[in-house]
Nanobody
Framework: QVQLVESGGGLVQPGGSLRLSCTTS????????MAWYRQAPGKQRELVAE???????NYADSMEGRFTISRDNTNNAVYLQMNNLKPEDTAVYYC????????????????WGQGTQVTVSA
């Protein structure tokens, strides 16, 4: 079975930095896309950043310029470098990976990690 495990979260002061890692196991092929999502208390889960197997990245507007997503295609790992953290960045951050369908009758296969807590507070 495919398993995703996040690490690197913790408590930091505003303006600090963290680097999140997501490692995978049980996958026989490179994921078509990997991403980071986050969910704050009382809020819906939202996309933070996404990166394709070709290295094309997209960011949510609030994260552009502060966060950087990268991946290791060989090992199916994805990372999120977070700089200049703000209290509003406090959330559980989840790793996501997916295989996109190659035909109209196929479905996207998507996997989630358990999440890692990021708390930004003075």
């Amino acid at each position: 079975q495919v398993q995703l495990v996040e690490s690197g979260g913790g408590l930091v002061q505003p303006g600090g930095s963290l680097r999140l890692s997501c490692t995978t196991s049980g996958s026989h092929f490179s994921f078509d896309a990997m991403a980071w999502y986050r969910q704050a208390p009382g809020k819906q889960r939202e996309l933070v950043a996404e990166i394709t197997s070709a290295g094309s990245a997209n960011y949510a507007d609030s994260m552009e310029g502060r966060f950087t997503i990268s991946r290791d295609n060989t090992n199916n790992a994805v990372y999120l470098q977070m700089n200049n953290l703000k209290p509003e960045d406090t959330a559980v951050y989840y790793c996501n990976a997916r295989y996109d369908p190659v035909s109209a009758i196929a479905r996207t296969r998507q996997y989630w990690g358990q999440g890692t807590q990021v708390t930004v507070s003075a």
